[in-house]
Nanobody
Framework: QVQLVESGGGLVQPGGSLRLSCTASGTIIRINTMGWYRQAPGKQRELVATTTSRGSPDYVDSVKGRFTISRDNAKNTVYLQMNSLKPEDTAVYYC???????????????WGRGTQVTISS
């Protein structure tokens, strides 16, 4: 089993910053890609950013230049630094991880429960 726990959400004004964290725990052998998704009210969940095990990032166009994804493999943790936040960034942000874990060296794609990010003046 793999558990993902997010933290760092909250309410900030437009133009502000937040840093999200997500830590994976469990009988993990290896973590491949980790990423952040978000879901705004009435909309489908969308990919925000991903990072490979070597730290190669990828971003949805709407956050390029504003968000930075990073990871600490020693801590099984992925971060999302969000700057110049806009009201349209308001959503529940979910952590995602593609892992190999016990029992059986099984590949699993796991999700966190989400953390609310609200951008409002």
């Amino acid at each position: 089993q793999v558990q993902l726990v997010e933290s760092g959400g909250g309410l900030v004004q437009p133009g502000g910053s937040l840093r999200l964290s997500c830590t994976a725990s469990g009988t993990i052998i290896r973590i491949n890609t980790m990423g952040w998704y978000r879901q705004a009210p009435g909309k489908q969940r969308e990919l925000v950013a991903t990072t490979t095990s070597r730290g190669s990032p990828d971003y949805v166009d709407s956050v390029k230049g504003r968000f930075t994804i990073s990871r600490d493999n020693a801590k099984n943790t992925v971060y999302l630094q969000m700057n110049s936040l806009k009201p349209e960034d308001t959503a529940v942000y979910y952590c995602n991880a593609d892992t190999i874990s016990l029992p059986g060296a099984t590949r699993r794609v796991s999700w966190g429960r989400g953390t609310q990010v609200t951008i409002s003046s």
